[in-house]
C-alpha cells in the first residue's frame, strides 16, 4: 500500500509548482496536495488552467518511480486511465484524448500535466490533475469545449473535492503499481487503449510547436508516443502535440 499525504490550502500559486518545492525539500512519494484555488494554475504547453476558487479540483501528487527513464511519460497516461475509473464509477462514460485529457461527450472535463524534477533522493515526477466541478466562470473559449461534473447532471456537493481525491488516490496507486511491475510499460499502454478510442483509426490532426499534420492515429509506442499515420503511408512518431478530431476527409 502507497503512503498518501494530504495537504490542502485555500490558495496557492499552482498545486504542481507546491508539490516540485516540496519535492526538492525531500519530500515523500504519496504527498498530495490539494488547493480550493490556484492563481497561476498552468496547463501543458506554457497554457493557463483557469482555477477559480471550488470551481474544480485542483490536485497534485508527488511520485518517485523507479522506473527506467524512457518510461517516465507513461505517468501521465497512468493518470489518465486513473480519472478514466474515478468518472466511470461516478455513472459518466469517459473517454480519453492523447496524450490526456479526459472528455465526457468530447467535451474535456479533466487535465493532466505531469512535471519532472531532480532531487537530492532522486527524480522526482509530479503529477497534476485539474478536474472541473462547475462550468461557471471558466474563460469563454474554453468552456465552449469543456464540461463539468456538475453540468453533467452530478451534484459535486459541499466535500466533492476530498471525495474524489480519496477515489482518485485509490485509483492512482492502482495503476502506478502495475506500471512498476516487469511488463508494466505494456500492461498501462494496454489499459490506455481500452479506455480511448484515440487509440486507433481515428482521424485527427496533431498541432506541433510550428506544424500541424493530419492522419489517422495507429497504436501508440511502447513509451506512449502517438503513432499517427498520414495520408501517404507514412507513420509519424509524436511526443508532444495537441490531438483535434477531424470528423471527414478533407
Ligand atoms: C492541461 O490540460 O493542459 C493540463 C492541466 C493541468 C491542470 C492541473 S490543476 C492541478 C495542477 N496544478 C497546476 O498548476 N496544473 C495542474
Redesign the pocket.
Known amino acids: 500500500m502507497m503512503d498518501f499525504t494530504l495537504l490542502t490550502f485555500d490558495t496557492l ?5 507546491e508539490a516540485l518545492r516540496q519535492a526538492k525539500l525531500g519530500a515523500e512519494e504519496g504527498l498530495c496536495i490539494v ?1 480550493r484555488e ?1 492563481t ?6 506554457g ?1 493557463e ?1 483557469s ?1 477559480q476558487k471550488d470551481a ?5 501528487v508527488l511520485l518517485r518511480p523507479k522506473l527506467d527513464p524512457q518510461f517516465l511519460p507513461l505517468i501521465t497516461l497512468v493518470a489518465g486511465v486513473a480519472v478514466h475509473e474515478m468518472l466511470a464509477e461516478l455513472g459518466l462514460e469517459p473517454d480519453i484524448k492523447w496524450v ?2 479526459v472528455l465526457i461527450n468530447e467535451k ?1 472535463i ?4 505531469a512535471e519532472t524534477t531532480e532531487t537530492d533522493t532522486g527524480t522526482a515526477v509530479v503529477l ?3 478536474i472541473n466541478l462547475h462550468s461557471k466562470n471558466l474563460p469563454e473559449d474554453v468552456a465552449a469545449k469543456s464540461t463539468s461534473i456538475q453540468e453533467l447532471g452530478l451534484n459535486p456537493g459541499n466535500d466533492a473535492a476530498s471525495n474524489l481525491v480519496r477515489t482518485l488516490t485509490r485509483h492512482i496507486e492502482r495503476f502506478y503499481v502495475e506500471l512498476l511491475k516487469a511488463d508494466g510499460p505494456s500492461s498501462i499502454i494496454s489499459e490506455w487503449q481500452q479506455r480511448s478510442t484515440y487509440f486507433s483509426g481515428k482521424r485527427v490532426r496533431v498541432v506541433l510547436e510550428n506544424d500541424a499534420i493530419v492522419g489517422v492515429t495507429d497504436g501508440l509506442e511502447p513509451n506512449g508516443a502517438l503513432r499517427l499515420r498520414r495520408d501517404d503511408g507514412d507513420v509519424v512518431i509524436i511526443q508532444t502535440g495537441d490531438v483535434e478530431r477531424l470528423r471527414s476527409k478533407p
Open positions: 500559486d499552482s498545486t504542481n509548482s488547493a490556484q497561476a494554475g498552468r496547463g501543458r504547453r497554457r488552467w482555477s474544480g479540483l485542483y490536485f497534485s490526456n485529457d474535456k479533466c487535465g493532466i500535466l497534476g490533475i485539474g
